[in-house]
T-cell receptor
């Protein structure tokens, strides 16, 4: 158990809908990362927050957005869902920016868009 | 931009055999960090090891060992006396040294599916 929690574990929804994925980092970790794992794209970095502020963006679609709240939990919002958004979405956390701190991953949320 | 290549898509071995997973990376930076993660069938990503670019000392941890060679940009992972429970997808990943206060993201390889047969 990495200490990172993600809810829900599974999500099935229809095209055009909007969903919210939730992540709670390990106790004491200030940095949260979101990754998408799909069969065709592999594991890709989406976005990163540090202590409530957005710090880096990767291959995140404009239909997707995220935020980190004062209690450090984070939410990833996916809207106007398409079939191609079906994937496993991971949240990871680390202690700080920079340095050598490894990222610990949550169990993931499996999103299926039908 | 950095890149991580895991040329072995799938490897199958019989229990108790040794197996090596290859990882080749590309980066122009001189300071970087390499990682191995394991993804068992249950789906979670489990951190295994981190190496710094300035520390080429190889490491052994139980049945696991890692061989880091900057000259060939490789960071290979060996499992000795493999077990059925080692069956998983193994990912090699790279991140760059980030100045204090800036972000750091992982670039992953495509993964190697290891199947250990009884």
């Amino acid at each position: 158990d990495s200490g990172v929690t993600q809810t829900p574990k599974h999500l099935i929804t229809a095209t055009g809908q909007r969903v919210t994925l939730r992540c709670s980092p390990r106790s004491g970790d200030l940095s949260v990362y979101w990754y998408q794992q799909s069969l065709d794209q592999g594991l890709q970095f989406l976005i990163q927050y540090y202590n409530g502020e957005e710090r880096a963006k990767g291959n995140i679609l404009e239909r997707f957005s995220a935020q980190q709240f004062p209690d450090l939990h984070s939410e990833l919002n996916l809207s106007s869902l398409e079939l191609g958004d079906s994937a496993l979405y991971f949240c990871a956390s680390s202690v700080a920016l920079g340095g050598t701190y490894e990222q610990y991953f949550g169990p993931g949320t499996r999103l299926t868009v039908t | 931009a950095q890149k991580v290549t895991q040329a072995q898509t799938e490897i199958s071995v019989v229990e108790k055999e040794d197996v090596t997973l290859d990882c080749v990376y590309e980066t122009r930076d001189t300071t970087y960090y390499l990682f191995w993660y394991k993804q068992p069938p249950s789906g979670e990503l489990v951190f295994l090891i981190r190496r710094n670019s300035f520390d080429e000392q190889n490491e052994i941890s139980g049945r696991y060992s890692w061989n880091f060679q900057k000259s060939t940009s490789s960071f290979n992972f060996t499992i000795t006396a493999s077990q059925v429970v080692d069956s998983a997808v193994y990912f090699c990943a790279l991140t760059l040294q980030a100045p204090s206060g800036s972000a750091r993201q992982l670039t992953f390889g495509s993964g190697t599916q290891l199947t250990v047969l009884p």
